[in-house]
């Protein structure tokens, strides 16, 4: 008997037979081939396919790939990627291309022929290990035609399919490529590597030449309404065949994975679409994940907006029960990946949000901290004993562990009143530091310059940044990338920052500058970083349900706990629990952290897209953010959909009490500031600018950049010099779809609303009298813009007034003459506090070390004298601290390791006087000369 595979095409020079008409035209030739045309593109289609076949279970498994720099350089591959893995048959070994796999068998039709219907079967030589059928079609929507094929094995075994006859191309002569997660550019596989469905954050493969894109992508039905695992991945794309060239492929099912073991006379069929697009891979990226796997804006608030998860996440921010804050130690537990550690990100985090929400507490007990620990430990993570040197943990105190960047913000965002930070900006500018990871902080590169521009405003440092820049762009924009050197790999090298240009970077550049050219550059490099986000499977309309049995699922990380965090099963719109708009962690750990949701890209791209004018970077950004939790949520969506991480009490729990995704306390308030840079971003570009608040910018680590504020004023519709100060619900709001910022100046209070949802809402502000002391019964004028056109005035009473917001829009108002009560803000913001001297800083060397005091001042009775020593307890046995409070002299003691004091120095005191004093492992003591450190 004859088996025939049965491609259903659409000729050229006949009507096209679907509901919509297509773009695409597709002929047959003499030679069995097919010509797939989409406008002026015409690419050719061999009906080719490759069986390959075990007797025995292949065993899948993934490549093993450290994220821990130590355990990296034991790694021979450059990509440093997992990779799906197979038993070679009849060895020992084990294999990462699929071709090595099984036993490999390659089918091409022998003749074809049209139907009736427009189909073309193509007629394959009779065999009697399987039968194969497929049908390649114009889909009925007008989209890619639809080709699939049908399977059936005439004996037991683990199978996989691939059609491998898309047209290949020289990777020579290409332009880029693109498989799903690290290929992309002119990044091409070493060899015929393999991913698989749950690494495909849109599955296809792609090949750019001559200013046209081909590809191949699976359809949308292969992929079921899941988070896609290691263990139900249907199927893997492939993009370099056997031969070296580039040619992109499916093989389905999964090669030792569910459905790969078949019984004979099993059928399995599978469905892919052929891509057509005239442009680049973004071009076809794009179109993919709009057209093919309907992507689009689908989010919106839920039971709580983004001011209410604020709200909840800054509480647990501050609750020294559950965040993790360990005070000794001046950081946040990190147990979660190295035992015995602390690990901080940015002070301007919490520094910023000190003054968004203008609380004292917040500086005092976060901030200020958080301060001293980045001005004394060597690196981000803070082993508490030498042998933990996990992650590159150290131990060491031999500060500053901050970014020139960052110690040059704190300067600003101290109001220029802590030297020390202007002092160290300029001197570590000069030295490489490995602060995360092993990752080397460079000295003389773009970012730094613009750093120490922002700092000094000395134009050669301005100029020295745009030529490092325009090098820059030239060798990583304008020229695509062909290895990973510039990943650095073997010194931590993995996030998805590594991968993709320094676009945040040039983006920071270009708004200090104007200079369209980084725009351009930061886009294109914000569209590489768009790739590595989930586009797929479809959300489809309707409602699932989460967390049956009123449990959670268990996470990748918590294999060895044998609870369930207990929480109610519930049905939910789809779209709430999708991972569409998220990124996995990095390229190490994208099956363990697959669905990131510390998003800090999103307020860059809100921004990128309005500059751009690319919806679909601003449709990427909301998907990541609206609607997703109501406090800090963990790590990421994992394993399995899930709500328990979206509710309001997730994190006010002991750390061992969680079982579904790893919760990282140091990282609580980065997301607080990519909350607050987000509502700021999203009212500047919905109110086309005419509200805006001055940023600073936070470099952090890894991915972890954000715009942070509230230093300086802003602009509202006009009017200058409105502060923005949003305390905690200083108003509450009738519609939860409604987000705010709000701000005061000018003897007014400004409030600007963002509608999340698609329908329209009348929304009722009542303000908090705490806050705002409005007298009772006083009708107060509001001026009002409904999505930037000025509106007629309304009347506030008693606190309180409604206005319209139109769907996914903005109105904003100006509650004139309302009286503001400020905590923070009135030391902060008083002039009369007067900058520190040169002399406020100073390092003593001794025979145990350095010894370093500093003075950093916020403003009016806001100075802290922070002494912090060199020493470790191998040096010193304990530390004591002797300072003058005239006419005495007071002393703190300190008997461990790190050896630090901090404390309140009075406005009236015109220097801070002090030494140390020690005690010695061999029972002797030593002491410090006496220092003065001058206001």
């Excluded at 009369?832 to 500093?854: D, R, Y």
Aim: proline content about 7%; glycine content about 6%.
């Amino acid at each position: 008997m004859t088996a025939s595979v049965v491609i259903a095409l659409l000729l050229a020079s006949t009507a096209l037979l679907s509901t919509k008409p297509s773009a695409y035209g597709i002929r047959a030739l003499p030679d069995r081939s097919v010509d797939v045309t989409r406008g002026s593109m015409t690419e050719r289609f061999r009906p080719h396919f490759t069986v390959i076949r075990a007797e025995a279970d292949p065993e899948m498994g993934m490549t093993q790939a450290f994220s821990d720099p130590r355990q990296r350089k034991q790694m021979t591959d450059p990509e440093a990627y997992p990779l799906p893995s197979w038993q070679k048959p009849g060895s020992e070994e084990r294999t990462d291309v699929l071709f090595e796999a099984g036993t490999v068998t390659t089918v091409e039709a022998e003749a074809a022929s049209e139907t009736p219907s427009g189909a073309i079967q193509w007629t394959f030589p009779k065999r009697s290990d399987f039968e194969l059928q497929a049908t390649i079609e114009p889909a009925g929507d007008g989209k890619e035609p639809i080709l699939s094929f049908r399977f059936t094995p005439q004996r037991a075994g683990w199978y996989t399919i691939g059609y491998t006859g898309a047209p290949e191309t020289d990777p020579a002569t290409a332009d880029g490529f693109w498989q799903p997660l690290v290929w992309q550019e002119k990044r091409f596989p070493r060899a015929p590597l393999l991913t698989a469905e749950f690494m495909t954050i849109l599955p296809a493969t792609l090949v750019s030449r001559g200013g046209a894109t081909l590809g191949l992508a699976t359809d949308p039905k292969e992929s079921p309404y899941r988070l896609p695992n290691i263990d139900n991945s249907r199927f893997g794309v492939m993009l370099r065949n056997p031969a070296g060239h580039a040619q992109p492929m499916v093989f389905a099912p999964l090669f030792g994975k569910a459905g790969s073991r078949m019984e004979a006379g099993q059928p399995f069929t599978f469905r892919m679409r052929p891509v057509l697009v005239n442009g680049d891979w973004y071009a076809a990226f794009r179109h993919i994940a709009e057209s093919l796997f309907e992507f689009r804006d689908l989010r919106e608030n839920t039971a709580h907006s983004l001011n209410d998860t604020l709200t909840n996440m800054i509480d647990f921010a501050m609750d020294d029960q559950y965040s993790g804050w360990v005070p000794d130690l001046k950081g946040f537990d990190y147990a979660s990946d190295v035992t015995g550690t602390v690990k901080v990100v940015s002070a301007l985090h919490p520094l910023s949000t000190a003054l968004v929400r203008d609380d004292p507490e917040i500086y005092r007990r976060r901030a200020l901290p958080v301060t001293e620990y980045l001005m004394s430990r060597e690196k981000y993570l803070f082993s508490v004993a030498t042998d933990i040197e996990g992650q590159g943990a150290s131990h060491n105190m031999n500060g500053p562990s901050a970014e020139v960047s960052e110690l040059a913000e704190l300067f600003h965002v101290t109001r220029e009143r802590s030297p020390v930070f202007h002092h160290y900006a300029l001197e570590m500018a000069k030295k490489p530091r490995a602060l995360n990871l092993d990752m080397i902080s460079e000295t003389n590169t773009f970012q730094n310059n613009l750093a120490l521009y922002r700092l000094t405003r000395e134009q050669p440092y301005l100029d020295t940044a745009r030529q490092l820049a325009d090098a820059y762009v030239e060798k990583r924009i304008q020229t695509p990338q062909a290895d990973f050197t510039d990943v650095h790999v073997e010194t931590g090298g993995q996030f998805w920052t590594d991968f993709a240009p320094k676009w945040v970077d040039l983006f920071e550049l270009y708004e200090e500058t104007g200079d369209q050219r980084y725009l351009q550059a930061a886009t294109r490099g914000a569209e590489r970083y768009a790739s590595f986000c989930w586009l797929y499977p479809t959300v489809p309309p309707g409602h699932v349900t989460v967390d049956q049995g009123n449990k959670a699922p268990i996470g990748w990380g918590y294999r060895g706990r044998n609870f369930h965090m207990q929480t109610p099963e519930q049905t939910v719109p789809a779209w709430r629990v999708s991972q569409i708009g998220l990124t996995p962690e990095a390229s190490t750990t994208f099956q363990g952290n697959p669905a990131v949701l510390l998003t800090h890209y999103a307020a860059f791209f809100l921004r990128i897209a309005k500059a751009s004018k690319d919806p679909f970077l601003r449709a990427v950004a909301r998907s990541a953010v609206v609607g997703r939790y109501a406090n800090y949520p963990g790590y990421d969506i994992n394993v399995e959909f899930s709500n328990i991480y979206a509710r309001a009490d997730y994190p006010m729990r002991p750390f061992g009490a969680f079982s579904y995704n790893q919760v990282y306390y140091n990282h609580v308030w980065p997301h607080i500031a990519l909350l607050i840079d987000y509502l700021v971003s999203d009212v500047d570009v919905r109110s086309d600018h005419q509200i805006t608040f001055p940023s600073r910018y936070a470099q952090g680590y890894a991915y972890l950049q954000s715009k942070v504020y509230g230093d300086r004023p802003g602009t509202f519709y006009g009017d200058s010099d409105v502060r923005l100060w949003m305390p905690r619900q200083v108003v509450s709001i009738s519609d939860p779809q409604i987000n705010y910022l709000s701000g005061y100046g000018n003897d007014n209070f400004y409030l600007a609303l963002t509608n999340e949802s698609p329908r329209p809402s009348q929304a009722t502000i009542q303000l908090n009298s705490e806050y705002l002391p409005y007298s009772t019964g006083k009708p107060y004028r509001v001026r009002l813009w409904r999505d930037g056109k000025s509106s007629k005035a309304l009347t506030a009473v008693d606190g309180a007034v409604t206005v319209p917001v139109s769907p996914r829009g903005l109105t904003a108002l100006v509650i004139e003459q309302m009286p503001v009560f400020t905590r923070l803000h009135a030391s902060y913001f008083d002039q009369s506090a007067k900058p520190l001297s040169p002399e406020s800083h100073h390092v003593q060397p001794t025979e145990f070390g350095n010894v370093t005091g500093m003075l950093i001042s916020m403003g009016r009775e806001m100075t802290n004298g922070f002494i912090w020593l060199q020493a470790s307890e191998k040096q010193i046995t304990s530390a004591t601290l002797h300072y003058r409070t005239d006419p005495s002299w007071v002393s703190l003691v300190d008997d461990a390791h790190p050896f630090e004091f901090s404390l309140p120095v009075s406005d009236e005191q015109s220097a801070f006087e002090y030494y140390v004093e020690v005690s010695l492992p061999d029972g002797g003591t030593a002491r410090t000369e006496t220092t003065r450190l001058m206001r």
